[in-house]
């Protein structure tokens, strides 16, 4: 079976007419990096790997551990849509020198939460919706949002049109199917999603989609941007993530229950109330810039509260309502991520939280339909719906606290996250600001 693929491989590749094979895969923050190889070393980098040096990484190995291996996934085999056919990618796991997965790997860790779930009879499902925003150079050498557009809006003749045309086009070549493509609330912002799946698949086309889209932005001699708060008073990029798990035998749905409210079984709400517990501590990895929490804030649809809720969008985790028998559709979604999170650190993290709701049966409370943001305080403190943190280091802290979050990441990359993610707080908090210099130095 494995001669077959790969002589499959090998004579797509030669049919493909490509000179040139890019291997990607991700840092610790969800970079993504890459080596170049002549397409004549195919077979070495499919069958033995393709050595570089992790110590350059972010949150790889040290100097004295550097030699590491790049093995690809056949089954992310694209031809880059820009290459004029002379050039393909594969997404790689990493190898150490010995043979064996490195355990800091980002993709890997995800796998490794995946095999747990699909060990008691699980295959967690993903679907996530991706902000981002366009700019533009106004000639001042600022970047400004490329058009005033809000959500919804459609000019056919408009550039943003034309990119997320061009965006989807490229997408569906790399074998990714998007289900829509829109402009959202803010100017200058668009949102991409594409089919629900299987989450190391889910988290490798959430990285090619950010790829795709810096790549089209910048032929149109524009910057396609994943930060989550880029222009104040305005709306933030989030990424809404949508989850499920299927049952690894039967394909049904496990969280679909006709005879709940909500349509939501027993099992989908220990899944629930698992990501609730934890969900202090998942806001580093699903939050993970001094940025984020610009965008967490009342008043712009971003989730503050750790609450559950059907139709209530101010909840953390709402329960999107589903046609009369749609059962694949049953699902939770998880509003606080953003774009600018490793998609497999996320996942997996997530996934490590909603497993732990269910193998300790934990109850969610109460949903929360008002509107959260006009509760009073004393309301808020009554039915004991806290907040998530307010800043990185509220949530590096809440991190360091919940040790099944850091057990799910490794001992290697939970030292690594931690140690990178105080760096960046630090090199923030010692920051003067624009607006500092204007509140303060006439005073």
């Not at 170049?36 to 110590?55: H, N, Q, V």
């Not at 989450?199 to 086309?205: F, I, K, L, Q």
């Not at 732990?356 to 943001?373: C, F, M, Q, S």
Request: glycine share 8%; charged share 25%.
């Amino acid at each position: 079976m494995w001669v077959i693929w790969l002589e499959e491989i090998l004579n797509k590749l030669e049919a493909d007419g490509l000179r040139l094979i890019e291997l990607h895969f991700s840092d610790l923050h969800g970079n993504i990096k890459s080596v170049t190889i002549p397409a004549k070393r195919a077979t070495e980098a499919l069958t033995k790997g393709i050595w570089f040096d992790g110590s350059s990484i972010e949150g790889f190995t040290r100097i004295c551990e550097s030699d590491m291996f790049l093995k690809p996934d056949r089954d992310t085999y694209a031809v880059l849509p820009w290459s004029n056919g002379e050039k393909a990618r594969f997404i790689c796991d990493v190898y150490t020198h010995q043979g064996k997965p490195f355990e800091g790997d980002p993709r890997g860790i995800l796998k490794k939460m995946v095999e747990k779930g699909k060990s008691l009879g699980y295959e967690y499902m993903a679907g996530p919706e991706i902000e981002f925003f366009l700019f533009k150079s106004n000639g001042n050498g600022e970047l400004v949002p490329h058009d005033s557009g809000g959500y919804f809006d459609f000019s056919p003749m408009d550039l943003a049109s034309e990119i997320r045309k061009e965006i989807i086009y490229d997408l569906e070549k790399f074998g990714i199917e998007v289900e829509a493509g829109h402009h959202e609330v803010g100017k200058g912002q668009h949102e991409i999603d594409f089919r629900y799946g299987k989450a190391v698949e889910t988290a490798d086309r959430t990285l090619t989609l950010k790829y795709v889209t810096k790549s089209v932005a910048l032929k149109y001699g524009l910057i396609a941007n994943c930060m989550p708060k880029p222009i104040y008073k305005h709306a933030g990029s989030g990424m809404h993530v949508h989850q499920s798990f299927n049952d690894i035998k039967t394909g049904e749905n496990l969280f679909y229950d006709e005879k709940d409210p909500y349509n939501l079984s027993g099992l989908a709400k220990h899944f629930v109330a698992g990501q609730l517990k934890h969900a202090k501590a998942l806001s580093a990895v699903v939050s993970p810039t001094v940025n984020s929490y610009k965008r967490l804030v009342a008043g712009y649809e971003a989730p503050v509260y750790i609450s559950w809720a059907c139709t209530n969008r101010s909840a953390l985790i709402r329960i999107p309502k589903i046609l009369p028998g749609a059962k694949k559709a049953a699902r939770c979604e998880l509003r606080c991520p953003d774009p600018s999170a490793n998609p497999y650190l996320a996942f997996s993290v997530m996934l490590a939280a909603g497993l732990d709701g269910i193998e300790n049966k934990l109850t969610p409370p109460k949903p929360v339909e008002e509107n959260i943001y006009h509760l009073e305080e004393a309301t808020l403190a009554e039915r004991n719906i806290e907040r998530l943190p307010s800043s990185l280091i509220e949530a590096i802290n809440e991190l360091k606290k919940d040790k099944l979050i850091l057990d799910s990441l490794g001992k290697h990359t939970s030292e690594m996250y931690l140690k990178a993610k105080e760096e960046e707080w630090l090199e923030y908090s010692m920051q003067i600001t624009d607006w500092e210099l204007k509140k303060y130095m006439n005073r």
